[in-house]
């Protein structure tokens, strides 16, 4: 499984962004599939997933600015990130957990909030 995550960029406080994540290979029985963050200097942070079902669950941080989706088949995810704060600014990392495998991570995609 390979998971490539892309839509990151620069953009000013309050501005949205869109991330994707497209995996590709064998992608079934997904548990979940999610978003996790690293900012500079500090460790990789939960930001957001989705279960198989639609449940969806947040980082307090996130909550309300957020959104996470998934495509029509099982193996993409997006994020709508608005009202963006400089706090947000690190790269983002997709993953996909399925039943019976490790979780699967993409290379993540640098998302810059500039003040």
């Known amino acids: 499984v390979q998971l490539q995550a892309s839509g990151g960029g620069v953009v000013r406080a309050g501005g949205s962004l869109r991330l994707s994540c497209a995996g590709s290979?064998?992608?079934?029985?997904?548990?979940?599939m999610g978003w996790y963050r690293q900012a500079p200097g500090k460790q990789r942070g939960f930001v957001a997933d989705i279960t198989g079902d639609g449940t969806t669950g947040y980082a307090e941080p996130v909550k309300g600015r957020f959104t996470i989706s998934r495509g029509s088949g099982e193996n993409t995810v997006y994020l709508q990130m608005n009202s963006l704060k400089p706090e947000d600014t690190g790269v983002y990392y997709c993953y996909v957990d399925m039943t019976s495998y490790p979780r699967s991570w993409g290379r993540g995609t640098l998302v810059t909030v500039s003040s």
């Open positions: 290979g064998s992608i079934s029985r997904v548990n979940y």
